[in-house]
């Protein structure tokens, strides 16, 4: 029985994209329904981490990057120094707000989060592959485990003990 496809749209920044790759994991992003690059995301992921757009089954969709029309948006790109990709995978975000918006970035999160855009990172990619069955919460706990030594995604040690933790504890492992 072939799994649904999620009727989500993502709009990812560069970092989720890289560090999913780095872990061996992009393939949790089959199931959305497209996930939107801007030019200059594009770019940066192919500079940094060519194999992450070499996977033909995934619904990888290229666009134009633009600037934000929304001056408040734009105001707060500014005041968080936002780079050139974050600011094009906002602008994106803005023309699709039902989208999902993935980013590691702290800054650009927090933008995200002022503008009500529903926003997640590399971590909450890999909890939601527990819940949707693409991975079991020990080879997520496994990967975790990881990613200090695999990936170029910073992480606080302490953050990633607790989700850990929180992992262990919701499934009794």
């Known amino acids: 029985m072939e799994k649904i496809k999620s009727a989500i749209t ?3 920044d560069a970092g989720p994209a890289i560090h999913l790759d780095e872990l061996g994991c992009l393939d949790l992003l089959k199931d959305f329904q497209e996930v939107l690059f801007s030019n200059t995301v594009f770019e940066e992921i192919n500079r940094y981490r060519p194999s992450a757009l070499k996977n033909a089954t995934l619904p990888f969709v290229q666009l134009s990057g633009e600037k934000p029309s929304n001056e408040p948006l734009l105001t707060l ?3 968080f120094s936002l780079d050139a990709g974050e600011i ?3 602008a994106l ?3 699709r707000p039902q989208a999902m918006f993935l980013t590691d970035d702290a800054a650009a999160r927090l ?3 002022q503008m009500g855009f529903n926003v997640h990172g ?3 990619i890999l ?3 527990i819940r949707q069955g693409q991975k079991s919460p020990k080879e997520v706990l496994d990967i975790l485990k990881n990613i200090p030594n695999k990936t170029t995604l910073y992480i606080r040690h302490s953050l990633l003990k607790e989700i850990q933790l929180k992992i262990k ?3 009794n492992l």
């Open 127 to 129: 909890v939601r592959s």
């Open 93 to 95: 975000m803005e023309q």
């Open 88 to 90: 094009e995978a906002l």
């Open 77 to 79: 790109c500014k005041v």
């Open 111 to 113: 933008v995200a989060i």
């Open 122 to 124: 590399t971590i909450g």
């Open 10 to 12: 993502i709009v990812c």
């Open 169 to 171: 504890n919701e499934f």
